[in-house]
């Protein structure tokens, strides 16, 4: 089982979640290249130009220790690079496990991501201008109410790189992977807080949708980490089907 955590994260956010499987399944978690403990000098600004440059890094984790029947597990932009990792390598890939996914976070026509593009332009200009003032400002946006985890995911953003950091974050809110959807063809279980404004219910009713062997399960709590701030709640949809 292989967790791949999102924008400004580690491989830390999955620490309440990843032990309950450590008994059913060998348990790998990692940092994305340019993030956590991560040597920034693997970051390529070409090769991660995109969420596929971050698939291909995946997919290389995977084959260096011959890793198959892998049950894939996502945060918000590490889930779509498991969606890409996986359209690349299905053989390698089981299922999938999508938690608070996004695969465009602007609203275009009828699609409804969350985001006009001038938010995500102002949010952009802001990691430019001040990336201090909008690490603690997108910490609490993403985690309202909770004090403790918003100071730690404030710490974990300012750890970053801040220059890889932009990049990353360009990258992530500016993709569209509408049109990889229907090419997955392993099962998906896409797993949504009820109140997330990074990625909201309608985005996981999109998904749902669009990919061809899914379900959906609702998480009631806000915010756009349920690994954090509802383990539990988190866990007993993904249970019956993956152990």
Not at 175 to 186: M, N, V, Y
Request: aromatic share 10%.
């Amino acid at each position: 089982m292989v967790f791949s955590h999102g924008l400004g994260c580690s491989r830390s956010t999955w620490r309440l979640l990843a032990p309950a499987f450590e008994k059913h399944y060998q348990v790998v978690h990692f940092d994305l290249v340019g993030s956590g403990q991560s040597g920034p000098t693997a970051y390529d600004y070409a090769r991660h130009g995109s969420l596929n440059g971050h698939a291909d890094d995946l997919l290389d984790v995977l084959r260096e220790p011959h890793l198959h029947d892998v049950v894939f597990v996502g945060h918000s932009a590490g889930s779509m690079i498991g969606v890409l990792a996986t359209i690349k390598e299905p053989a390698r890939f089981a299922r999938l496990v999508l938690l608070a996914p996004s695969p465009r976070f602007i609203n275009d026509n009828d699609y409804y991501g969350g985001f006009e593009r001038a938010d995500i332009d102002g949010l952009l200009a802001t990691m430019e201008n001040n990336y201090h003032d909008w690490a603690g400002a997108l910490a609490a946006t993403v985690l309202p109410d909770q004090h403790t985890l918003v100071a730690e995911l404030t710490n974990s953003f300012l750890f970053t790189n801040p220059a890889l950091a932009r990049h990353f974050a360009r990258v992530t809110f500016l993709c569209d992977h509408r049109r990889d959807l229907p090419l997955l063809a392993i099962p998906a279980l896409i797993l949504q807080g009820a109140r997330d404004v990074v990625a909201p219910l309608a985005v996981g009713r999109y998904l749902h949708e669009l990919l061809p062997d899914s379900q959906l399960r609702i998480i009631d709590t806000s915010g756009h980490f349920p690994q954090l701030t509802a383990p539990a709640k988190s866990l007993r949809p993904s249970m019956p089907s993956y152990p």
